[in-house]
């Protein structure tokens, strides 16, 4: 995976862009990190959503080596196998979806909105300090469940 494909793109779910976007923004350095936190939450809850209209998110080699090992543990704990890249992506793509909604549904109910169209967003009221501590307390509060 050292040598990854520069073409290979990250998607989400079109709904939730503008809410990778508006939450990676004072959060995290690139929308890569934000969609890890995701997949990976998405994983840990047991929930695989397929995307519905996708969208370009970022493209894959944003992804750091530790983010590229971490999605191909995730193959291969799902599959007992290795897959390509492009099918270790989707699978976390997949997750990711499942993890966004996650928090949309229990943790950011209070800080996000569907407009008209479906896409999901931070309300206007919402500062980067409200968001960072309502995350901080869910990673806190989860990581004393056993097991994280």
């Known amino acids: 995976m050292n040598n990854v494909n520069t073409q290979l793109r990250i998607y989400v779910s079109k709904k939730y862009f503008p809410l ?6 004072g959060l995290f350095q690139q929308n890569s990190e934000f969609f890890m936190f995701c997949t990976f939450l998405g994983e840990k809850k047991g929930r695989k959503i397929p995307l519905e ?7 894959a080699n944003t ?3 530790y983010d590229n090992i971490a999605v191909k543990s995730l193959y291969l704990k799902e599959f007992d196998t290795v897959g390509s890249h492009k099918d270790m992506i989707q699978l976390a793509e997949q997750y990711a979806n499942g ?6 549904e229990h ?3 209070d800080y996000v909105y569907e407009d ?3 896409n999901w967003h931070l309300k206007p009221n919402v500062t980067t300090k409200q968001l960072q501590e309502e995350l901080f307390h869910y990673v806190l509060k989860e990581s004393k469940e056993v097991p994280f």
């Open 20 to 25: 990778f976007v508006e939450i990676t923004r």
């Open 116 to 118: 008209k169209e479906g």
């Open 53 to 59: 209209k996708r969208y370009e998110l970022c493209q």
């Open 107 to 109: 943790t950011l109910q």
């Open 99 to 104: 993890g966004v909604t996650y928090l949309i």
């Open 63 to 65: 992804l750091s080596e």
